[in-house]
């Protein structure tokens, strides 16, 4: 041997290459209304800027070898895919265990009120990295039980395939705190539109990318 380049990552044999890619933007929350509801929880659709966050994320990722699309029981995630979908000519397949945070008392579009607000219950979720904080909501570890059984549910069908998984912020954020091991909410605040990678094998979590949002303008 004469010579030895730096390492170029590839997935282990037999993982999984998930695209984890957060919703497009919705609707906005309004004073006295509430969003309609699925199985209690929030179901906006998408913003106009978040169809065009959709349509920006089918061109991006068109050429990918991507074998499946997964969305969740929300329509916010199932109109994002719908692009990329129809570029692929793939049906998105349900995966409900990686629906959004539960948000309890708050879910249907209070919650963004409280937290623009700041509101004291936020503000100690923050603090402790504790969901569980707000009346009537899902608890940290209870997200991230369902959501590690989603994406290892997942991982399994696709051995040595690329898959788009579209879900929401706050799945996002727990996909990769599990994968590394930190709180939390220490990956809160992925982009609408965004794409974060994570490598799947086994038992065992790759973060190969965070809140990628290159071809979102803006």
Request: no cysteine; charged share 25%.
């Amino acid at each position: 041997m004469k010579e030895a380049r730096q390492h170029r990552f590839t997935p282990p044999k037999g993982a999984a290459d998930l695209l984890l890619i957060r919703h497009g933007e919705t609707q906005a929350a309004v004073r006295g209304e509430s969003f309609p509801l699925v199985d209690g929880q929030g179901d906006p659709v998408l913003h106009r800027d978040g169809e065009e966050q959709a349509v920006a994320l089918g061109e991006r990722l068109k050429t990918e070898p991507i074998r499946a699309i997964y969305v969740t029981n929300m329509q916010r995630t199932q109109q994002t895919a719908a692009p990329l979908a129809r570029h692929l000519g793939l049906v998105p397949q349900v995966e409900r265990d990686l629906r959004e945070v539960f948000l309890g008392d708050w879910d249907g579009g209070e919650f963004r009120f409280r937290a623009a607000s700041n509101d004291p219950a936020i503000l100690r979720a923050r603090a402790k990295h504790e969901w569980g904080e707000l009346p009537g909501a899902e608890t940290t570890a209870q997200l991230h039980a369902r959501v590690r059984t989603g994406l290892m549910r997942i991982a399994a069908a696709h051995p040595d395939e690329m898959v788009a998984v579209v879900v929401h912020g706050g799945v996002v954020g727990a996909a990769l705190a599990i994968a590394t091991g930190a709180r939390g909410f220490a990956f809160s605040g992925a982009a609408n539109g965004s794409i974060s990678r994570l490598v799947v094998q086994g038992d065992q979590m790759i973060v190969r990318g965070f809140n990628d949002v290159s071809h979102l303008s803006g």
